[in-house]
């Protein structure tokens, strides 16, 4: 039996363990409300990213939780994110 071709693994870096935490869930909704809250929470300064199941740009229309989409913050910054949140979400009501 012939002798195989030497096999080259591609470069890595290596892992190096994150400072920060990480990611933090802040908030699971839809892909509208979501949109709203990531250009509120960078608007304030706090890096987000918007993560699904479905890529909705090939299906854009979703049902139920299906849809759903969770937004995430880095860790150091989860808990200034909730408080926005939560301050936004009991503001005055328009009639």
């Known amino acids: 039996m012939t002798r195989r071709g030497k096999v080259i693994r591609f470069p890595t870096l ?4 994150r400072a920060d935490g990480g990611l933090a869930e802040v908030r699971r ?9 990531k250009s509120l929470f960078e608007s304030e300064g706090i890096p987000t ?16 939780d299906q849809g759903e989409v969770i937004i995430l913050v880095p860790a150091a910054e989860a808990q200034r994110a909730s408080r926005l ?9 328009l009639s």
């Open 14 to 17: 290596p892992r190096e363990p």
């Open 29 to 37: 909704c839809d892909r509208a409300e979501a949109v709203v809250v």
């Open 85 to 93: 949140l939560a301050r936004i979400g009991s503001g005055p009501r």
């Open 49 to 64: 990213l918007l993560s699904s199941r479905l890529a909705h740009s090939v299906h854009p229309f979703t049902v139920g």
